[in-house]
């Protein structure tokens, strides 16, 4: 059949357009799927309740014989680590960037008790410069992986730290865990003891070329008002009135930051330093002999939450392998329908001119 070149170049007419459309419907409406796509995908848009699609058919069975080789990943797209053009909003540095809250279990040294594997929260981040359009956090996660079997003390976070800062080419980064450490408390006076569980996060920062270890413990603990204690004791002198003291569950956040070349300071040692300044703890066993003894406690140590701040801070300051630090205390009202709050500071470690808007709400302690 022979085709004149002035026919290819001839406009089509409307009707010749209908009656060729006509016709591709009716072959493509027997025609297999396979057989529509071999010609044109668009094909398939023509047939009743059809759209139009760019994409073959496509295999609906998981192929579980499928091999990734090197030579297929390397066609894989990486959009995260594309070029400066892709970056979207101000190209500007980002201090923290990475991933929170990923979980394993991690063995950490005790001062008391050996190794003790607990559930560990661990967040990692690192700075990203301006020009750089994102990281690959997934290797924050494989890089802590390599590390997570050994027993972590700061020497092994280091590494961990040292690892992911190559592996990301940042120059800033942080690493920190979060656990709760069981210790074994005994009662007042019954001869009971039990589990407290202290909730305490590890902290290694490097910024500037500069390493900081920073511990965080939360202690929980019972203040007396002692201004309402006193009134109280007014109202049994003068007027024969029993009075009852107010007094609630408080929360002391101390964040201390490890002085270089100094011994290790255990969570064991720190607990004990927060009780000494403060050792109305609430407790785990209690008889009546124990709640007898807690009341006689708390009325020998009433505390205002500006007095807990100071009682914290008198302890941390004696203790040469402790630098900067930051102690911040809620006293829980039960007198009042707010908490009472104060933050006490030492060092430009925690210095800061703004406050987390939930700062204080954080430390809200729940039994």
Known sequence: ?????????????????????????RWAGDASAEEIVTLDPQIGSLLPGQSASDYPAMA??????FVVDAAYKATLPDLQ??????????QRQIQHVGISNFRLPIRFHTRDAGDLTLETSVTGTVSLEAEK?????????RTFYKHAEETFSFEVIERALDAYKTDLESFDARIQMRFSFPMKVESLRSGLSGYQYYDIALELVETDGVRRKII?????????????LELSEHARQFRGQLATPHS????????VVLEPGQQTAWFEDLIEMARAAVPTETQV????????????????????????????AEQLQMDPRIGDYRIVA???ESLHSHDAVSVLTEGPTFAAQSIDPRLFASLFHVG
């Open 1 to 25: 059949m022979n085709i004149q070149s002035r026919d290819l170049d001839r406009q089509p007419s409307r009707a010749e357009a209908e009656a060729a459309l006509s016709l591709l419907r």
């Open 60 to 65: 609906r069975v998981y192929p579980e014989d």
């Open 81 to 90: 680590n594309g070029p400066t053009s892709l970056i979207r909003g101000a």
């Open 133 to 141: 359009k994102g990281i690959n956090m997934s290797r924050i996660m």
């Open 216 to 228: 965080h413990l939360d202690y929980v603990y019972s203040s007396t008002c002692p201004c309402s």
């Open 248 to 255: 609630q569950r408080s929360v002391a956040r101390v964040s």
């Open 285 to 312: 066993m209690v008889k009546r002999e124990d709640e007898q003894a807690f009341a006689e406690l708390n009325a020998a140590n009433p505390i205002f939450v500006e007095d807990a701040a100071r009682l914290f």
């Open 330 to 332: 809620s006293h829980q």
